[in-house]
């Protein structure tokens, strides 16, 4: 028996999630059902995973639970960057052992052709855009990381673009940063809508749950998931919910939930579109980790994401979210002088499942128990490429990457509580203090 000890509960104040276009919630599960596949987690993970399992099961019944609705949680409240090459957020230069970075560089090359199809294909209207990402920089130690950065995508064969000191403002508007590294792969795009398109166009035998909260999985000859209002019977369990798994027992002291939060302004008029200048759209991600990520969208928002808590229960708290836009009102002030007093109409908390070591998780937890979790900030694409190809593997197939997944030894154990939670919380402190002028 797996008992729950949190459940997923964000804030209400997501501007991607409320700006997305509105859809029909399905009701939650009521009853009893019987069914050969279940995924947990309604997340870009479980949404590939569950599409690809009906696809592979097309006179299967397949039941995806959410205990949200979809496009509420983590995967509707990130920056909206599916970004195409390697991002280890632990390595100097972004990348680490060259070998792993090529193998990751195809995973989220997979994940991006996915994406575009099903986009396509359906007509989901997720403001999906090729525009590439820019890395900056303005202290010594951002530069620095930016050069490493640099030859690594030497060493992969990466297309790049150096742009220094007064070429910034042309591209950004902002004349802020002293230097940035612009890479054209990177696609950006609406999470919320993205995730509320793809729920709306699954497959005809998958049935979508939504504000189902699973409170306890029960294994023995099939597995059966109990919530409140009755119990889903299933031959096969797949795990899309990240950090929460770690709740019902799963990969016990190994998944870190990271909160980082954002704030949106309104829609800039014509006159504050003129005096920012730049590009119509762009997205910024930093040199430092601890630095603050930026987004100019389509509809002319502009987005600023920093700060970092260490919630344990995987929960929202209102107590950081007032600290958190503080602080990107000083970041916002100090990139855009020539935009005063614009206000915010949203701030918001989003989780990130990391590890100590960056690692994912890919296979089997337990008999007829399997997961694909911790994406480690990429959740656009490493959800989807990991959903899809553990769907992909239960169904007997096999190639390059899921053995490379199922080769990696996983997320390492953490330090024991409450040694965990300390530190945890003194690195993520210090980092946003020795980040200076990159947060």
């Given at each position: 028996?797996?008992?729950?000890?949190?459940?997923?509960?964000?804030?209400?104040?997501c501007?991607?999630?409320h700006?997305?276009?509105?859809?029909?919630?399905?009701?939650?599960?009521?009853?009893?059902?019987?069914?050969?596949?279940?995924?947990?987690?309604?997340?870009?993970?479980?949404?590939?995973?569950?599409?690809?399992?009906?696809?592979?099961?097309?006179?299967?019944?397949?039941?995806?639970?959410?205990?949200q609705?979809?496009?509420?949680?983590?995967?509707?409240?990130?920056?909206?960057?599916?970004?195409?090459?390697?991002?280890?957020?632990?390595?100097?230069?972004?990348?680490?052992?060259?070998?792993?970075?090529?193998?990751n560089?195809k995973?989220?090359?997979?994940?991006?052709?996915?994406?575009?199809?099903?986009?396509?294909?359906?007509?989901?209207?997720?403001?999906?855009?090729?525009?590439?990402?820019?890395?900056?920089?303005?202290?010594?130690?951002?530069?620095?990381?930016?050069?490493?950065?640099?030859?690594?995508?030497?060493?992969?064969?990466?297309?790049?673009?150096?742009?220094?000191?007064?070429?910034?403002?042309?591209?950004?508007?902002?004349?802020f940063?002293?230097?940035?590294?612009?890479?054209?792969?990177?696609?950006?795009?609406?999470?919320?809508?993205?995730?509320?398109?793809?729920?709306?166009?699954?497959?005809?035998?998958?049935?979508?749950?939504?504000?189902?909260?699973?409170?306890?999985?029960?294994?023995?000859?099939?597995?059966?998931?109990?919530?409140?209002?009755?119990?889903?019977?299933?031959?096969?369990?797949?795990?899309?919910?990240?950090?929460?798994?770690?709740?019902?027992?799963?990969?016990?002291?190994?998944?870190?939930?990271?909160?980082?939060?954002?704030?949106?302004?309104?829609?800039?008029?014509?006159?504050?579109?003129?005096?920012?200048?730049?590009?119509?759209?762009?997205?910024?991600i930093?040199?430092d980790?601890?630095?603050?990520?930026?987004r100019?969208?389509?509809d002319?928002?502009?987005?600023?994401?920093?700060?970092?808590?260490?919630?344990?229960?995987?929960?929202?708290?209102?107590?950081?979210?007032?600290?958190?836009?503080?602080?990107?009102?000083?970041?916002?002030?100090?990139?855009?002088?020539?935009l005063?007093?614009?206000?915010?109409?949203?701030?918001?908390?989003?989780?990130?499942?990391?590890?100590?070591?960056?690692?994912?998780?890919?296979?089997?937890?337990?008999?007829?128990?399997?997961?694909?979790?911790?994406?480690?900030?990429?959740?656009?694409?490493?959800?989807?490429?990991?959903?899809?190809?553990?769907?992909?593997?239960?169904?007997?197939?096999?190639?390059?990457?899921?053995?490379?997944?199922?080769?990696?030894?996983?997320?390492?154990?953490?330090?024991?509580?409450?040694?965990?939670?300390?530190?945890?919380?003194?690195?993520?402190?210090?980092?946003?203090?020795?980040?200076?002028?990159?947060?």
């Open positions: 028996m797996y008992m729950s000890t949190s459940t997923p509960a964000d804030d209400n104040g501007g991607w999630f700006l997305s276009p509105s859809r029909q919630v399905r009701p939650a599960h009521r009853g009893r059902s019987s069914v050969r596949w279940v995924v947990l987690g309604a997340g870009f993970t479980g949404l590939a995973a569950a599409r690809q399992l009906a696809l592979h099961y097309p006179d299967d019944r397949v039941l995806l639970i959410e205990a609705q979809v496009g509420f949680g983590a995967s509707g409240r990130n920056s909206g960057f599916a970004i195409d090459l390697p991002h280890d957020i632990g390595a100097p230069d972004y990348l680490g052992d060259l070998a792993t970075a090529r193998m560089l995973l989220n090359h997979h994940a991006q052709t996915i994406l575009k199809q099903l986009i396509s294909d359906h007509g989901i209207n997720c403001q999906l855009r090729a525009d590439g990402k820019y890395q900056a920089a303005i202290e010594p130690k951002g530069m620095a990381v930016l050069e490493a950065y640099r030859t690594g995508l030497d060493k992969l064969d990466q297309p790049y673009q150096i742009i220094r000191g007064d070429d910034i403002p042309g591209h950004l508007g902002t004349d940063y002293r230097e940035a590294l612009f890479t054209p792969g990177t696609l950006l795009l609406q999470p919320a809508a993205l995730a509320k398109g793809l729920a709306e166009t699954l497959p005809e035998n998958v049935t979508l749950h939504e504000y189902t909260v699973i409170e306890r999985i029960e294994q023995g000859e099939r597995i059966t998931l109990h919530h409140a209002s009755g119990e889903i019977v299933t031959d096969q369990l797949l795990l899309a919910n990240n950090a929460f798994a770690s709740h019902f027992g799963f990969l016990p002291g190994r998944l870190l939930p990271v909160f980082t939060y954002a704030s949106m302004t309104r829609p800039l008029t014509e006159d504050e579109q003129e005096s920012l200048g730049g590009k119509a759209t762009w997205g910024i930093p040199a980790p601890y630095g603050s990520t930026l100019r969208t389509p002319q928002r502009l987005l600023v994401r920093n700060s970092f808590s260490f919630n344990t229960d995987g929960r929202a708290h209102q107590r950081y979210l007032v600290r958190a836009e503080q602080q990107h009102r000083a970041s916002f002030d100090r990139r855009f002088p020539m005063p007093n614009l206000p915010f109409e949203y701030t918001w908390g989003g989780s990130m499942c990391l590890s100590r070591n960056h690692l994912s998780y890919f296979g089997s937890l337990a008999p007829k128990i399997h997961a694909a979790l911790c994406c480690n900030g990429l959740g656009i694409t490493r959800g989807t490429a990991t959903g899809t190809l553990l769907a992909n593997w239960l169904a007997g197939e096999r190639n390059e990457l899921i053995d490379f997944l199922l080769g990696s030894p996983g997320p390492n154990r953490n330090p024991p509580e409450p040694l965990l939670s300390l530190g945890v919380n003194v690195s993520l402190r210090l980092g946003q203090r020795r980040a200076g002028l990159e947060a």
